[in-house]
């Protein structure tokens, strides 16, 4: 009897011991598709940067989400990260808000995309918007993120009866993981990506970066200068405790550079 062939094994690069899949653009793209076509349960996309990373340094129940996700490098925090463990940055800066804008692009097999959390006038605004990015998928809102998370029999019925094949949760992190991790099942959808912030910035009432200055990686100077009171312990705070545990990381595990 022919077994079914093996599947190609995804290349990966630990940071802060969480596995975190190393693909260009086109790989990760094509990846996605085919977990959309899969009859295999729910795939869980989540994405790591220096925030996450934080986060998932103080709470393990976070971490243990994540390990169960399939993980994508987002931002220069986890290149810088994967230079000093690994000798080398990540193939692409895979980050939530232009990844999922761009899948809908390269996906030309109509979709029923769900979209969950943010405020019910972020969540029309998004919506509309992601119609006329790319017309062929049909957009669903399912809810806004201020439903009764104590018992969200309501929601899980209405994302069920959607019959969703990719579904958007932005929540914030870790509790958008966590809900997902908790409560979805392949029942509910084929895929599901946490994305944070994404509809904030697809609903035009946040600003992204010009391209300029993402092209230097510094996007996130563009949100601490938006958004000082709610971004500074974030960054200013944030990004030398993950530089910390980078280096306490390397000190402590066997060196991965080459040679």
């Known amino acids: 009897m022919v077994g079914e062939a093996p599947q190609p094994v995804v290349p990966v690069r630990p940071i802060l011991d969480m596995p975190v899949h190393d693909l260009g653009w086109k790989p990760a793209l094509a990846l996605l598709e085919e977990k959309l076509t899969e009859d295999r349960g729910l795939t869980h996309i989540a994405f790591l940067n220096a925030n996450n990373a934080n986060v998932m340094m103080r709470d393990p129940d976070y971490r243990e989400v994540l390990g169960r996700c399939l993980v994508l490098p987002d931002g ?48 029309q605004d998004a919506a509309n918007n992601f119609r006329r990015h790319s017309p062929w998928h049909e957009f669903v809102e399912i809810s806004d993120g201020y439903f009764d998370r104590a018992d969200p029999t ?27 991790d908790r409560h979805l099942t392949g029942d509910h959808a084929r895929v599901v990506i946490s994305v944070g912030a994404l509809l904030d910035f697809v609903s035009g009432r946040v600003p ?33 405790v993950f530089l910390a545990h980078v280096l306490r990381h390397r000190l402590r595990e066997p060196s991965t550079l080459p040679g």
Request: aromatic letters at 12%; zero cysteines; a positive charge.
């Open 76 to 123: 220069i925090g986890v290149d810088i990260a994967a230079r000093f463990l690994h000798g080398g940055r990540f193939s692409a800066n895979l980050n939530g808000t232009d990844f999922v804008p761009a899948a809908l692009t390269f996906i030309t097999k109509p979709l029923r995309v769900g979209l969950l959390g943010a405020t019910s006038e972020v969540l």
């Open 154 to 180: 309501f929601i899980l019925k209405r994302i069920e009866q959607a019959r969703i094949d990719l579904l958007l949760v932005a929540m914030g992190t870790p509790l958008q993981e966590k809900w997902v």
């Open 208 to 240: 992204r970066a010009p391209d300029w200055v993402r092209q230097l990686r510094s996007e996130w100077l563009f949100r601490l200068w938006l958004e000082p009171s709610r971004l500074w312990r974030r960054y200013v705070l944030g990004i030398p």
